[in-house]
DNA sequence: GCCGTTTTCGGCCCGACTGTTTTCAGTCG
């Protein structure tokens, strides 16, 4: 079977994360690093790639190229296996824990034969890390903290929960003196920690921070860092004229900020977060808004969706930035459930929210009968369903309500309803819901085949995963969005905040071969509408445009489509 | 280890804060 990028990615992070550890030129390392970073956003698969082709890619050299190539065909390579033997690679693990880096699990290993979290924790319990060069009593008692807080750590958050711890600090701050950067900025599906910028001093904001988190994890005049619900909350104080340049700092990412500051660094300059510097005489520009910055760079404006080093700068500097797909793009929403199934809204209701939205259309799209626990329709309650919607239309609002199905893809890739049933239906969804275990393969073949039904125009949620719950399923995407191509299938962006799938990366490779996505925020309540903007941008992040997005057809170019 | 519209050798982003130090290494973002 053939090595995934994923599988080479992870391999080629290990070595990085060794040799780190083995005191290895921090610039290999980093060569190692940014490569595994590279492979596991590509879509070709590494393992079948010429040996020229491979060296096409952008931080893959010679002595890279080698090693993928031996992984490829044999899961690992010599460099990493003569590691292996010579470092615990249970060591690796300690990297997690925050204030341990390399330097420090290197001597705690040569020196106290540390070679897992649980040998530190009783290194630091029994006093006898503080016997050692460079070490004291609190760094004893910071292994120990960090110890636990890796234990109890809730892992990165969906974007409802980062907005509720943003909601816990935000009345530290004056209204309109703040903004939250980081990857919650970018639009990132998950979040490690929160970053915010304020124009607001340390001297005003930090007294007001300790009644409201956990912890201050340290404090300053520039930087602040505390705790709130067990996350990271990195906060920068900084001046109005200089909020452009700490914003696009702070707003990274840390891929994009490195290429902002080797493009500064062409023209004699030197980027960081008051400005951009001269190196001739040291004058400062600074600028209060991020526009201002890039222009001054030579580039256009690059919205915070699309700072991921994936391009978008070289596209920047040309001013060839593709105009990405917003909310008023969309028309309509293609992934509503009602109470006729496990949904809380009568069919009255959908098509109000509809209007209130401004939609053109809602395809109400309640799931099959075989999925017991959702009380799904089968072919007769589908039919009076279809009497049921054709009524409420006629009521004349000016949100129409399209007929569909989520329609269960069973474990033998059959479909939870007839054909006939299908057809007569205006759109109809296909997704998995149960055997979520398959193998790679039988998971793969069991979409294609739904794929392949004619009736089924949208393949929906198409990796099942539920963010921080359950990973996505073995699947083989780049089959699945081949074969979409091939039969002008769309695939979902399902944008619940817990689900966002697919992803941004697979949405950019779909998106890349033609094969149209299409946004639905699968709402069972009528909050639920409003998840709309979440999938619009990780559409964003995937590079899509209006044109690209099935849901931004009008209602009779979306009927053609699906006929 | 990678890379080149100054370079095939000599660079490789930049700064804040802590702990352990008498000036800095390590970590982090």
């Not at 040569?110 to 319990?125: H, M, R, S, T, Y």
């Not at 003196?177 to 970018?186: C, D, E, I, P």
């Not at 399902?494 to 689900?499: G, K, T």
Request: proline content about 3%.
């Amino acid at each position: 079977m053939e090595v995934s990028n994923r599988e080479v990615a992870r391999k080629l992070l290990l070595l990085s994360e060794l040799q780190e550890i083995t005191g290895d030129n921090v610039f290999k390392i980093r060569a190692f690093y940014r490569a595994a970073d590279i492979i596991d956003r590509l879509n070709n698969p590494v393992a079948l790639m010429s040996d020229e082709d491979l060296r096409l890619v952008p931080g893959i050299g010679p002595a890279i190229a080698k090693k993928v190539r031996e992984i490829g065909k044999t899961g690992t390579c010599n460099e990493l296996e003569e590691l292996r033997a010579k470092v615990p690679p249970s060591l690796v693990e300690l990297l997690n824990l925050e204030g341990v880096g390399p330097k420090t699990i290197a001597v705690l290993w040569k020196k106290l034969n540390v070679q897992c979290i649980g040998d530190l924790e009783k290194a630091a319990a029994g006093h006898r890390i503080r016997s050692l060069k460079g070490f004291g009593e609190k760094k004893e008692q910071g292994f120990l903290r960090s110890i636990a807080l890796y234990r109890a750590a809730g892992g990165r958050m969906d974007r409802v929960e980062a907005e509720s711890v943003i909601n816990n600090l935000s009345g530290a701050f004056t209204p309109g003196t703040w903004v939250v950067a980081g990857s919650y900025r970018r639009g990132k599906s998950s979040i490690g920690d929160i970053d915010i910028v304020t124009t607001e001093s340390a001297s005003v904001i930090n007294p007001k921070l300790k009644n409201r988190v956990d912890e201050v994890i340290d404090e300053g005049e520039r930087r602040t860092s505390v705790r709130v619900r067990g996350h990271r909350v990195d906060i920068r104080f900084t001046h109005e004229r200089q909020l452009g340049s700490m914003l696009i700092y702070l707003t990274g990412s840390k891929e994009f900020n490195i290429r902002l500051r080797e493009i500064a660094i062409e023209s004699g300059r030197k980027v960081n977060e008051y400005g951009v510097q001269e190196r001739a005489d040291g004058k400062i520009h600074e600028f209060s808004n991020e526009q201002d910055m890039f222009a001054f760079l030579g580039l256009q404006n690059i919205i915070p969706e699309l700072r991921e080093n994936q391009g978008e700068i070289e596209l920047a500097r040309n001013y060839q930035l593709p105009q990405l797909v917003g909310l008023t793009d969309i028309r309509g929403d293609l992934h509503v459930h009602s109470d006729w199934s496990d949904g809380s809204l009568t069919l009255e209701q959908l098509a109000m929210n509809g209007e209130t939205l401004g939609y053109d259309y809602i395809l109400c799209s309640d799931h099959s009968a075989t999925l017991g626990i959702t009380h799904g329709l089968d072919e007769e309650k589908l039919q009076r369903q279809s009497h049921e919607i054709e009524r409420v239309n006629r009521m004349g609002g000016t949100c129409t309500l399209l007929h569909g199905t989520e329609v269960d893809i069973l474990v033998n890739g059959s479909l939870g309803l007839q054909d006939h049933a299908l057809s007569e239906l205006d759109l109809v969804i296909a997704s998995v819901h149960t055997s979520l275990k398959e193998d790679r393969d039988s998971m793969t073949r069991r979409v294609i085949m739904a794929v392949e039904n004619e009736n089924v125009d949208i393949i929906g949620h198409p990796t099942g995963r539920l963010l921080g719950k359950r990973p996505p399923f073995e699947i083989d995407l780049s089959r699945i969005i081949d074969r979409a191509k091939e039969t002008g299938t769309s695939l979902e962006c399902n944008a619940s905040p817990w689900r966002l799938d697919l992803d941004d990366t697979d949405i950019r490779h779909s998106k890349e071969l033609g094969v149209p996505i299409s946004i639905g925020t699968d709402t069972h309540h009528e909050d639920d509408f409003s998840h709309m903007r979440y999938g619009v941008t990780i559409a964003q992040r995937g590079w899509c445009s209006a044109k690209d997005i099935l849901n931004s057809l009008t209602l009779q170019e979306l009927l053609d489509w699906a006929s």
